[in-house]
């Protein structure tokens, strides 16, 4: 267990459901199913120029790890993943230990998260999905032009090319995305699930870093 006041945790998102508070009010939630994860390296200013916590998440075969990675993590096991925490202020990693098992105890009910992971990839998209346009008319003549992005230059816009930035249709979704604010509903210890207010990136089972 961790003894500072920092809080964080790696989890999997698993479904969203409804939770139902005590004057019975419904919020949408998500399930996700997060830790335990053990301290592996704890960086310093001293000798690697910030402060920092890392951690492994998930267990795995050593026949998955590079020679390398074994040696880092050494008799501590073998993880599937492995980020880091930041703390917020100087000192904030007081009384955490290589070696720290860290679990959903860290959280209680009412506590505000952040939940970070990579969004669902949505492929090539065009400008209508992507950016939100709302197309060309759907009269006076058009047949095939109604999901069409438009002109991209001219107009004496850049002396004529595409300027910088240009929003056009392209490769959407599988994007780092942070949500900020979420609540905790609720904590399971022994299930070691964590239930949040709203949606959060991803799709079932993408790796989700919470926190407090």
């Given at each position: 267990?961790?003894?500072?006041?920092?809080?964080?945790?790696?989890?999997?998102?698993?479904?969203?459901?409804?939770?139902f508070d005590e004057n019975g009010t419904v919020h949408p939630a998500t399930v996700i199913s997060a830790g335990p994860i053990v301290v592996t390296q704890i960086r310093s200013?001293?000798?690697?120029?910030?402060?920092?916590?890392?951690?492994g998440y998930g267990t795995t075969s050593g026949?998955?790890?590079?020679?390398?990675?074994?040696?880092?993590?050494?008799?501590?096991?073998?993880?599937?993943?492995?980020?880091?925490?930041?703390?917020?202020?100087?000192?904030?990693?007081?009384?955490?230990?290589?070696g720290n098992s860290i679990?959903?105890?860290v959280f209680s009910k009412g506590d505000m998260v952040s939940v970070a992971g990579?969004?669902?990839g949505k492929g090539f998209q065009g400008v209508v999905k992507r950016h939100g346009f709302k197309g060309g008319p759907r009269s006076?003549?058009?047949?095939?032009?109604?999901?069409?992005?438009?002109?991209?230059?001219?107009g004496g816009r850049a002396g004529?090319?595409?300027?910088?930035?240009?929003?056009?249709a392209g490769r959407m979704g599988g994007d780092r995305i942070q949500i900020k604010n979420l609540t905790v509903l609720a904590t399971d210890t022994e299930a070691q699930t964590l239930i949040v207010s709203g949606a959060v990136p991803g799709r079932r089972g993408t790796l989700l870093e919470i926190r407090g």
């Open positions: 267990m961790i003894l500072n006041k920092m809080k964080y945790i790696l989890g999997k998102k698993q479904y969203m459901t409804q939770v200013k001293e000798k690697d120029g910030y402060e920092a916590v890392q951690v026949k998955r790890l590079t020679k390398a990675q074994k040696g880092h993590f050494g008799d501590k096991g073998f993880f599937q993943h492995a980020k880091e925490f930041r703390p917020k202020t100087s000192g904030g990693l007081d009384g955490v230990a290589v679990d959903v105890s990579v969004s669902k006076h003549g058009q047949k095939h032009s109604e999901r069409e992005p438009g002109s991209i230059g001219g004529g090319r595409v300027i910088r930035g240009m929003r056009m």
